[in-house]
């Protein structure tokens, strides 16, 4: 199934809910090792039909620190909860970029939190989020963002090459 596809699909799993599970470690491209070996809590529903329509997971108050690659692949996510692990670079949200379905993002409790301009960073880098850390995303919250971003963020040097005549 390609990229499309699972875009245009209008059902959706029901939440993966890995917290509380001790999870530490994840591998780029699979399924998080941890993961593995622990049972995902249960819902009303059968688990993971259709994996490309999973909208939602869980994986708060474990012990990851970093943004596992395997999370950009499900194109539907639109709610992602990583609060409270040990997530420790602020460039690791750079990552989710490429989620056009996130909405919803939690990453209080992890390390990145204590970075200055932190809330501002995450809403720059993921414009389409319209709550973050269990509050909504304001107008004004937008604004402080784009200003910090000028302040903060330099832009990308072109390198012009010159030709020796």
């Avoid at 999370?71 to 609060?83: A, G, M, Q």
């Avoid at 414009?127 to 004004?140: L, M, Q």
């Amino acid at each position: 199934m390609n990229k499309r596809n699972y875009m245009n699909t209008s059902v959706q799993e029901p939440p993966l809910d890995y917290s509380f599970r001790s999870i530490h470690v994840t591998q780029a491209h699979s399924v998080p090792t941890d993961l593995l070996s622990e049972e995902p809590r249960t819902g009303l529903r059968p688990l993971l039909e259709h994996p490309e329509n999973l909208a939602w997971i869980d994986l708060s108050f474990n012990d990851l620190t970093s943004i596992d690659p395997v999370l950009t692949t499900f194109f539907n996510l639109s709610v992602l909860y990583l609060h409270g692990n040990s997530i420790q670079r602020l460039g690791e949200v750079n990552k989710l970029a490429v989620l056009p379905r996130l909405r919803s993002l939690t990453l209080h409790g992890n390390p990145i939190e204590e970075e200055k301009g932190y809330r501002q960073y995450v809403l720059c880098t993921l414009p389409r989020i319209t709550t973050f850390d269990f509050s909504g995303v304001t107008k004004a919250d937008r604004t402080t963002a784009e200003v910090w971003k000028r302040m903060n963020i330099k832009p990308k040097k072109v390198r012009i090459k010159h030709n020796a005549f």
